[in-house]
């Protein structure tokens, strides 16, 4: 890179518009979508679909939505044209459903484009030329007036065209391609000249597209150029006006946003930001953009994976991990802070039935594009205790007490660090049944029984397996577990004591089953916990007592 890159490279002038309205404006509908996955994004792939992919692609649009569709550049290939022909012969696209074509401004390229429509129902003839001077004085060595021209004649044939064939409802369509680097004026002249030729009107629909054909400035500037040009266009209540941002700065999405509070009515995109070079604005993210302030945005992505994957088999580049919205780590937590304060959300939402989604760091429920929790949260060595807890409360219904989370998480992250790896769900929930003695436990109660003396005491008598030996320990105490704690002191010789005790059931059946989680410490000073599941809550206290003194048997070598 160099030094002085002022040297090489001079900053896009801003265009002049103090008194610019689009800032003090907020979007409150969305707009018309075109998807020109089939065309755009297409003729950017290193190998473009073929009649099947394309087939596929053009019914997973349909299926989410989309009623404006660019379907191909007919005169570019044969499979284009073919593919516009088998949709119109077998009568594929729906009565709602408009059809699109790119057409270059050559008199033999807009003949074929018609050939390919012949028999269609309603279809947009989409006519483009580039304007700015680069493209002027490098490419085309064109004066404005032999590029007004060009424009103007291209526009007369499709007209002639269109009123050939009057049983079709036809659109023009427009852009002056490169007009965020296009002078303004300029701009305006030629669309002015082409909007004179097809005379637009209810009979006769017009778009005009505005395309970022190369990002070159802040989205702030293409906003305003955008309002520029819809203050200035003398037709403008007779056109649609369209925008076509590609994403070379990575600022698509924010560009295309601008424009329409700019005064821009229609998006043109690709799912997923596919096109040419870095892709163009992405529609998916976009519309959910929409869908998480609350408005509707007239696309179905509620079947997210099915879109993924579809895109990834047509297009056969991969959707990238964390891509907005659809990338399959995007509601995904590692962090230990994001996790408790995730975790925290979907307890306060659980409780108090909140309407609105109010969730830290999930700006949109997952589960309104088709995606489950269990991919939320997920662990490794930067994951703290509320990770792997609410790991085994999505998936197996246990609650933990914040001590046990505490006290797992300090065994997770002994395993984590030592790997450095991922720990799966599976491999969280073995580690916790080790751990607290749910998994071939030292002490297993075999049976027990209990009664009240004449002194208010509990006597307790019970069998305890501890390997091949089944032992019969007996005590008393003021409830169960106390009688319990005063046989195992005797039996064991290990002085310990309750410090804390939770239950909750498994379920809301009236059968379901009880776990419960005991700490105990011991004579060293030593915590551990014992969890125990068990139709009865009794038996499952009683056998989270064990395993906590099982571990501390384990721990002395006893």
Request: charged share 20%; aromatic share 8%; net charge negative.
């Amino acid at each position: 890179m160099l030094p002085h890159p002022a040297e090489k490279y001079r900053p896009f002038p801003a265009l002049t518009l103090p008194d610019r309205q689009w800032p003090g404006r907020t979007l409150r509908q969305a707009p018309r979508w075109l998807s020109t996955d089939l065309r755009d994004g297409n003729q950017s792939l290193a190998e473009p679909m073929d009649a099947e992919r394309k087939m596929l692609f053009w019914q997973l649009l349909l299926q989410c939505g989309f009623k404006e569709i660019e379907v191909a550049f007919p005169s570019a290939s044969l499979t284009d044209f073919n593919f516009v022909r088998q949709l119109i012969g077998q009568r594929m696209i729906p009565q709602d459903v408009t059809i699109q074509v790119l057409t270059q401004a050559r008199s033999d390229l807009i003949d074929r484009t018609f050939a390919a429509l012949e028999g269609v129902d309603r279809a947009i003839v989409h006519l483009y030329n580039a304007t700015a001077p680069v493209f002027r004085r490098l490419v085309f060595r064109q004066s404005r007036e032999q590029i007004i021209e060009l424009a103007v004649s291209a526009a007369r044939q499709i007209r002639q065209r269109c009123e050939e064939q009057p049983q079709t409802r036809w659109t023009f369509e427009y852009s002056p391609e490169t007009f965020c680097f296009t002078e303004m004026e300029f701009a305006l002249q030629i669309c002015e000249a082409v909007a004179a030729v097809w005379q637009p009107c209810d009979a006769r629909p017009m778009i005009i597209n505005l395309p970022a054909t190369v990002e070159v400035s802040t989205p702030n500037v293409y906003a305003d150029q955008i309002e520029y040009f819809c203050r200035h266009f003398s037709q403008r209540r007779q056109v649609c006006i369209s925008v076509h941002p590609h994403n070379d700065r990575g600022t698509g999405i924010a560009a295309a946003e601008l424009a329409l509070l700019a005064g821009a009515d229609r998006v043109e995109g690709c799912l997923f930001g596919n096109g040419e070079r870095t892709g163009n604005v992405d529609l998916v993210t976009m519309a959910l953009n929409f869908y998480t302030q609350g408005i509707a945005p007239g696309l179905d992505f509620s079947q997210m994976k099915r879109v993924v994957d579809v895109v990834e088999q047509c297009n056969q580049l991969p959707v990238h991990p964390r891509h907005p919205y659809a990338g399959e780590l995007v509601f995904t937590a590692f962090s230990g802070s994001h996790q408790d304060a995730i975790k925290k959300g979907f307890a306060a939402r659980k409780l108090q039935q909140e309407p609105h989604w109010e969730v830290p760091y999930l700006p949109l429920d997952p589960a309104d594009i088709g995606c489950s929790y269990e991919a939320v949260i997920r662990v490794n060595s930067q994951s703290g205790k509320s990770g792997a807890a609410w790991m085994i409360e999505q998936n197996h219904g246990l609650t933990l007490p914040r001590g046990l989370q505490q006290d797992f998480s300090q065994r997770v992250q002994q395993v984590t660090d030592g790997d450095s790896k991922e720990m799966t769900q599976a491999a969280i929930w073995q580690l916790f049944r080790q751990a607290y003695g749910l998994d071939a436990p030292a002490l297993r109660l075999n049976d027990y029984r209990s009664q009240s003396d004449h002194h208010g005491q509990l006597q307790f008598a019970a069998s305890v397996q501890r390997g091949e030996q089944a032992i019969v320990i007996s005590g008393c105490g003021n409830g169960l577990l106390s009688a319990a704690v005063d046989a195992l002191r005797q039996a064991f010789d290990v002085p310990f004591a309750i410090q804390d005790y939770h239950e909750h059931t498994l379920g809301q059946r009236s059968d379901s089953r009880s776990v419960a989680y005991l700490r105990c410490t011991f004579g060293d000073n030593r915590s551990l916990w014992g969890v125990g599941i068990d139709s009865d809550v009794s038996r499952a206290s009683l056998q989270a007592l064990l395993n906590a003194l099982g571990q501390a048997l384990s721990a002395a070598g006893k």
